[in-house]
T-cell receptor, first 117, second 111 residues
Framework: EAGVVQSPRYKIIEKKQPVAFWCNPI?????LYWYLQNLGQGPELLIR????????DSQLPKDRFSAERLKGVDSTLKIQPAELGDSAVYLC???????????????FGPGTRLTVL | KQEVTQIPAALSVPEGENLVLNCSFT??????LQWFRQDPGKGLTSLLL?????REQTSGRLNASLDKSSGRSTLYIAASQPGDSATYLC??????????FGGGTRLMVKP
């Protein structure tokens, strides 16, 4: 069974340029997460989707970041314009959430390493 | 707001040693706690998940314990091997399955 797929794996851009990351979750997983991981730190949640709906985007810098999850499957995270401080690894994760006890393990993709010059 | 801390930040041990990684959290109202492994340049691999009602979980040479009342979890690695070298992250999950991560422990096992 394929895991969480992310592309591209690496991206180098100049500041003020736009950039987009793509994520394909594990088949059947209804919940999708985007995390930001700075060097030497743990991941921090940016946004969480339940199917097509963004249910937690409080940590997403909405002035430059946007995300969408059309049809409740794939998701795209966009930054426009990118700043030097956006250099980090962007991780996507997915899980299957039901109405039972919340023991929903999250599975992570390999991440996209963004470098802004 | 939940805060998760991992000590030590880095650890270097000779091969064969048993070792313990520590994780502490400030809010005991967690639903589960997960331990992850992250290799350089790679994503996170889930190692163990402990439900809030459980005290420990075991997988091979790994054993994770959870003490909600004291806000602590430990990951025990028996008979460490060079292939265990990686960063180990713990994360607590809240009612919405939102994970709060610690900063990780960078482990190096020397042959």
């Amino acid at each position: 069974e394929a895991g969480v797929v992310q592309s591209p794996r690496y991206k180098i851009i100049e500041k003020k340029q736009p950039v987009a990351f793509w994520c394909n979750p594990i088949s059947g997983h209804n919940t999708l997460y985007w995390y930001l991981q700075n060097l030497g730190q743990g991941p921090e949640l940016l946004i969480r989707y339940e199917n097509e709906e963004a249910v937690d985007d409080s940590q997403l810098p909405k002035d430059r970041f946007s995300a969408e999850r059309l049809k409740g499957v794939d998701s795209t995270l966009k930054i426009q314009p990118a700043e030097l401080g956006d250099s980090a690894v962007y991780l996507c994760a997915s899980s299957f959430s039901d109405e039972g006890p919340l023991n929903n393990e999250q599975f992570f993709g390999p991440g996209t390493r963004l470098t802004v010059l | 707001k939940q805060e998760v801390t991992q000590i030590p930040a880095a650890l270097s041990v000779p091969e064969g040693e048993n070792l313990v990684l520590n994780c502490s959290f400030t809010d005991s109202a967690i639903y589960n706690l997960q331990w992850f492994r992250q290799d350089p340049g790679k994503g996170l691999t889930s190692l163990l998940l402990i439900q809030s009602s459980q005290r420990e979980q075991t997988s091979g040479r790994l054993n994770a314990s959870l003490d909600k009342s004291s806000g602590r979890s430990t990951l025990y690695i028996a008979a460490s091997q060079p292939g265990d070298s990686a960063t180990y992250l713990c994360a607590s999950a809240d009612a919405g399955n939102m994970l709060t991560f610690g900063g990780g422990t960078r482990l190096m096992v020397k042959p």
